[in-house]
């Protein structure tokens, strides 16, 4: 069964740095996506970023990008530049192609961003 | 915009009684789907639907059913609500088909409280 791992529950960055969240997951599938969701306090979940499994050029969304290590089953994003809005809980979520349109989500990391 | 809309943002149920939980979205999206979400497990799939009138166990199903009678309507039903079935509920929404599935959109989910 394919799992996805966030082994972060809490992180904290300061206004203007950089932050790594981490995400590992499991898998037998060779085609497969890999997304971040954000949801921050009281508002709807929002894609941040995705990253096809045959793509090898880490995927980048302004200030979000990923680290995709496809043989060690690693996908972490970077955020360049924290901003406060940027304060929410992460997800971290795979989908294979042959499970048709369903996500499994990983446990989620609470990022709060200091002024 | 893609508006995924819930019917409650906060619903308080005795245990034992039927709940009917509702999502509609406006976007003519094939795809529909029901997840709960509790603290340190992230969100896990209970049921969903590729079509009208159809629908498929997702991870979870146990004490759930769904109800899909027109494509832009899907929902949720607690035949005798419990205890443990309290949590947040999030439903979304996606266009396509196998085996290529677009971007999942969310509506503001459910707080449910059993008591």
């Known amino acids: 069964a394919q799992t996805v791992t966030q082994s972060q529950p809490e992180m904290s960055v300061q206004e203007a740095e950089t932050v790594t969240l981490s995400c590992t997951y499991d898998t037998s599938e060779s085609d497969y996506y890999l997304f971040w969701y954000k949801q921050p306090p009281s508002r709807q979940m929002i894609l941040v970023i995705r990253?096809?499994?045959?793509?090898?050029q880490n995927a980048t969304e302004n200030r979000f990008s990923v680290n995709f290590q496809k043989a060690a089953k690693s996908f972490s994003l970077k955020i360049s530049d924290s901003q406060l809005g940027d304060a929410a809980m992460y997800f971290c979520a795979y989908r294979a192609l042959a499970q048709g349109g369903k996500l499994i989500f990983g446990q989620g990391t609470e990022l709060s961003v200091k002024p | 915009d893609v508006k995924v809309t819930q019917s409650s943002r906060y619903l308080v149920k005795r245990t034992g009684e039927k709940v009917f939980l509702e999502c509609v979205q406006d976007m003519d999206h094939e795809n529909m789907f029901w997840y709960r979400q509790d603290p340190g497990l992230g969100l896990r799939l209970i049921y969903f639907s590729y079509d009208v009138k159809m629908k498929e166990k997702g991870d979870i199903p146990e004490g759930y059913s769904v109800s899909r009678e027109k494509k832009e309507r899907f929902s949720l039903i607690l035949e005798s609500a419990s205890t443990n079935q309290t949590s947040m509920y999030l439903c979304a929404s996606s266009s396509g088909a196998a085996p290529s599935y677009n971007e999942q959109f969310f509506g503001p989910g459910t707080r449910l409280t059993v008591l």
């Open positions: 990253q096809e499994a045959y793509k090898q």
